[in-house]
């Protein structure tokens, strides 16, 4: 099983929609959940912690579920600057060698007019 | 302004040659770190330093090497390249880890190898 498995899509869907990307992971012991967002032959940023209460900020919103390993991105109101590839991120716990982020192999959003 | 900066930002070479590049934090992180981008988009680490102590080191062929001359650099060199080291070379920067948690990390530009 992959450490952290996400759907590649694409995923195409009209301005103004709601999209929502889901993504697994496999270490129990992970404690730092991240969404980043990377744009064609750029860089990873972050978009957003995640955190257990869940947490929104403008029209993203994730959502954790520890019990599941499982977590979530829901984009409202879906512009066309949102396309980019989504990677769900998370760190391997305590242990001092898996402090390093493990990255999902993303999720492609492509909005269209 | 940049944040954590690489150089170069392309680099072709010849199989069998030896390459470097170099990576500078300008944010006082105390953390670095190495990815590598595959064909197939996976961003996977191969090195962490924390105050130039290398603190995580991947399966990754002994032909790369990190070098860290202080906490705000981190270098990459690469001898005898191959074929299958073309990819993106990623460095990033945290403020480190606090317990069992990651602090946010900042990516560079990126470094885009080809290996002919």
């Known amino acids: 099983r992959k450490e952290v498995e996400q759907d590649p899509g694409p995923f195409n869907v009209p301005e103004g929609a709601t999209v929502a990307f889901n993504c697994t992971y496999s270490?129990?012991?992970?404690?730092?959940f991240f969404w980043y967002r990377q744009d064609c032959r750029k860089e990873p940023k972050l978009l957003m912690s995640?955190?257990?209460s869940g947490n929104e900020d403008g029209r993203f919103t994730a959502q954790l579920n520890r019990a599941s390993q499982y977590i979530s991105l829901l984009i409202r109101d879906s512009k066309l600057s949102d396309s980019a590839t989504y990677l769900c991120?998370?760190?391997?716990?305590?242990?001092?060698?898996?402090?390093?982020?493990?990255f999902g192999s993303g999720t492609r959003l492509q909005v269209q007019p | 302004d940049t944040a954590v900066s690489q150089t170069p930002k392309y680099l072709v070479t010849q199989m069998g040659n030896d390459k470097s590049i170099k990576c500078e934090q300008n944010?006082?992180?105390?953390?670095m770190y190495w990815y590598k981008q595959d064909s197939k988009k996976f961003l996977k680490i191969m090195f962490s330093?924390?105050?130039?102590?290398?603190?995580i080191n991947e399966t990754v062929p002994n032909r790369f090497s990190p070098k860290s001359p202080d906490k705000a650099h981190l270098n990459l060199h690469i001898n005898s390249l191959e074929l299958g080291d073309s990819a993106v070379y990623f460095c990033?920067?945290?403020?480190?880890?606090?317990?069992?948690?990651?602090?946010?990390?900042?990516f560079g530009p990126g470094t885009r190898l080809t290996v002919l």
């Open positions: 944010l006082g992180h105390d953390t």
């Open positions: 991120v998370v760190n391997g716990g305590m242990d001092t060698g898996r402090r390093a982020l493990t």
């Open positions: 995640v955190y257990s």
């Open positions: 990033a920067s945290s403020q480190g880890t606090r317990g069992g948690r990651t602090d946010t990390q900042y």
């Open positions: 270490n129990s012991a992970s404690q730092s």
């Open positions: 330093y924390n105050n130039k102590e290398l603190i």
